[in-house]
């Protein structure tokens, strides 16, 4: 049995989805709307407040649909409601992590440390980041870290 198939979709306040007659499902939400054409095999009902994704047997194809299209949907809810987000979590000894004036700085054993912009509040992924130049060239532009260990002669 998919075991994540049978759990159900708890519906967020303020979302409301939809399933219309060709399988199609709509999630509405504060933060937009998303749409996703399920296999006609399947059969997504929505219930007080919660959305229940159906298989008709247990062949294997039927059962790997029944958990991707429910993982599928939970996700469209998610989005609608709270939206994508990224956390960064470092554990163990030795790490340091320093955010200055939006700049996130993680030492590296190279001559400067590594690090990227941080921009709080933003949505969607930066375009520009600072520590790509930093991580493979020098302040004078040599190569710098395991690019400079092989091209070093001896």
């Given at each position: 049995m998919?075991?994540?198939?049978l759990l159900p979709v708890q519906l967020a306040e303020k979302v409301s989805v939809d399933v219309a007659k060709n399988n199609v499902v709509t999630v509405t939400g504060p933060k937009g709307e998303l749409t996703?054409?399920?296999?006609?095999?399947?059969?997504?009902s929505v219930d007080d407040g919660t959305v229940v994704v159906a298989r008709p047997?247990?062949?294997?194809?039927?059962?790997?649909?029944?958990?991707?299209?429910?993982?599928?949907?939970n996700g469209m809810v998610t989005g609608v409601s709270e939206g994508f987000r990224k956390e960064l979590e470092i554990i163990g000894v030795g790490f340091r992590a320093a955010v200055?004036?939006?700049v996130l700085e993680l030492p590296s054993d190279l001559l400067r440390p590594a690090g990227g912009d941080i921009d709080?509040?933003?949505?969607?992924?930066?375009k520009e980041h600072?520590?790509?130049?930093?991580?493979?060239?020098?302040?004078?532009?040599?190569p710098g870290g395991r690019e400079a260990a092989r091209?070093?002669?001896t």
């Amino acid at each position: 049995m998919s075991r994540v198939g049978l759990l159900p979709v708890q519906l967020a306040e303020k979302v409301s989805v939809d399933v219309a007659k060709n399988n199609v499902v709509t999630v509405t939400g504060p933060k937009g709307e998303l749409t996703l054409q399920v296999d006609p095999d399947i059969r997504v009902s929505v219930d007080d407040g919660t959305v229940v994704v159906a298989r008709p047997t247990d062949q294997k194809r039927h059962k790997a649909m029944h958990g991707l299209y429910r993982s599928l949907i939970n996700g469209m809810v998610t989005g609608v409601s709270e939206g994508f987000r990224k956390e960064l979590e470092i554990i163990g000894v030795g790490f340091r992590a320093a955010v200055n004036n939006g700049v996130l700085e993680l030492p590296s054993d190279l001559l400067r440390p590594a690090g990227g912009d941080i921009d709080f509040g933003r949505r969607g992924p930066r375009k520009e980041h600072r520590y790509q130049d930093r991580w493979h060239r020098q302040a004078d532009g040599r190569p710098g870290g395991r690019e400079a260990a092989r091209t070093q002669t001896t």
